[in-house]
């Protein structure tokens, strides 16, 4: 079943519908669903789709130029899509190279290429030509960037995110609420990670067996994640662990690590790139060098929280006590995870801008706004009800947040539901209460 996508699928089809030249490069992060999005898409069209592979070019250039006119000479890149162009005759045609950096990392030139095809072909032909790719830094040198010999030649452009959760929970749908709170904080909303967890078998067997086993293939994914960006990642490694550890700017992880700031920086900026990790800035606070940098990948996230580098090498002996130690610490992580939840609610109900705010020691969760309201919400993911000193806190921390002009509106997220003394406090002061049921009913 093909779930999501409805945005990124609307927009190629609209671009198909032009029936002029299109240019499209679509990007994200490994097993996100770029190829079953592309799947989807040409669905009853006409279309040659290729998949690089890594390696030889001339095998690449073989097997490309066998697809598109039978022929299995090596022949130029650009001289195989002058045969696709041929082949139209005209007409629409789809042209996709898949895993497009299995083509240029070795063989550069051939940006180049597709360059000069497309300076020759794009006033008069209809072909219709994707390049997809999951190396985020080959695509941004190659195809993206300003230095790219292809910048600038896009005609549309679709960077696939990971779902969000109420997507995820769809994939998810066999799972109870929490549970499947708990998975999607374990792998984030990766299509191809949801898709390995079993409603019929327990929470417990789902982490020990799709999870934390090393034989299944969520195990070994963040590895090949970095395998795939950096040709020596361990120094990434220890900057993502770090950050893991509560060190969350560039001063403090340099410190941890006797590295430099300026090298943190730039490591850390590379990493934002591949959207592995996220700048986070104190919300309306404008200009600031009060940053925040955070894991933002959930597998990556959860990997270096529960497994890196107690389990790295884990084999079938260590799996209890990993599961163990994830049980014990479970409830502190999916904290934040809850937190991220609710600013996606938030953002879905009446509010364009959502983040967190801190000054020193104080922090409020999620603080949204839209034209003529700033929300200042607090999130508790925990066993308990949620009782009325929260409201306390939170009313007291918000006199601490300038809102520019617009009115103050209060909101409670509770896993768990509220107090009776919680629940007359709001309604006295006019709090928004929401438990899990109300946000998913």
């Not at 940098?293 to 990997?303: E, G, N, P, Q, T």
């Amino acid at each position: 079943m093909f779930i999501g996508r409805e945005f990124e699928l609307k927009a190629l089809d609209d671009l198909y519908k032009e029936d002029k030249f299109q240019f499209i490069p679509i990007t994200g992060r490994r097993r996100v669903g770029k190829t079953r999005l592309i799947e989807e898409f040409v669905k009853n069209k006409d279309t040659i789709m290729f998949k690089a592979v890594p390696g030889n070019e001339n095998i690449n250039l073989s097997m490309f130029n066998e697809l598109v006119s039978g022929d299995t000479e090596p022949i130029r890149l650009d001289r195989i899509l002058w045969r696709a162009e041929e082949r139209s005759k005209g007409k629409r045609l789809i042209v996709v190279i898949d895993e497009y950096p299995n083509l240029v990392e070795n063989a550069k030139h051939n940006g180049g290429l597709i360059n000069n095809f497309i300076e020759a072909v794009k006033d008069t032909s209809k072909l219709f030509l994707i390049l997809c790719g999951s190396s985020m830094s080959i695509m941004e040198s190659e195809v993206l960037g300003k230095k790219s010999p292809l910048y600038g030649r896009r005609t549309g452009q679709i960077r696939l995110r990971p779902f969000d959760f109420e997507t995820s929970r769809k994939m998810l749908s066999g799972f109870g609420l929490t549970d499947a709170i708990c998975l999607y904080g374990l792998v984030g909303g990766i299509p191809y990670y949801l898709e390995q967890f079993d409603p019929s078998k327990s929470l417990k067997d789902n982490i020990r067996d799709r999870y934390l086993n090393p034989t299944g293939v969520i195990a070994g994914e963040p590895e090949l994640m970095f395998l795939t960006e950096f040709r020596k990642p361990a120094s990434y490694y220890s900057v993502i662990h770090a950050i893991s550890k509560g060190r969350l700017t560039p001063s403090d992880i340099g410190q941890m690590l006797d590295m430099k700031t300026d090298l943190v920086s730039h490591m850390l900026g590379k990493l934002t790139l591949l959207g592995f990790i996220t700048k986070d800035e104190p919300f309306g606070k404008g200009k600031t060098k009060d940053v925040h940098y955070v894991i933002k990948d959930r597998l990556l996230a959860s990997y270096f929280r529960f497994i890196y580098p107690a389990y790295k090498e884990m084999t079938g002996s260590d799996i209890d006590d990993a599961y163990d130690y994830i049980v014990t610490n479970l409830s502190q992580y999916l904290g934040h995870v809850f937190e991220d939840i609710c600013m996606e609610y938030v953002l879905k109900h009446g509010y364009s801008k959502a983040g967190k705010w801190w000054s020193g020691p104080m922090e409020i969760d999620v603080i949204a706004s839209n034209e003529s309201t700033v929300l200042l919400a607090e999130c508790k993911y925990r066993n308990e009800l949620t009782d009325a000193d929260l409201i306390d806190e939170l009313l007291e921390k918000s006199e601490f947040v300038n809102p520019n002009g617009l009115s103050k509106r209060y909101a409670l997220f509770s896993k768990s539901g509220f107090t009776k003394v919680a629940e007359l406090r709001a309604k006295s002061d006019r709090i928004e209460l929401f438990s899990l049921e109300k946000m998913f009913q």
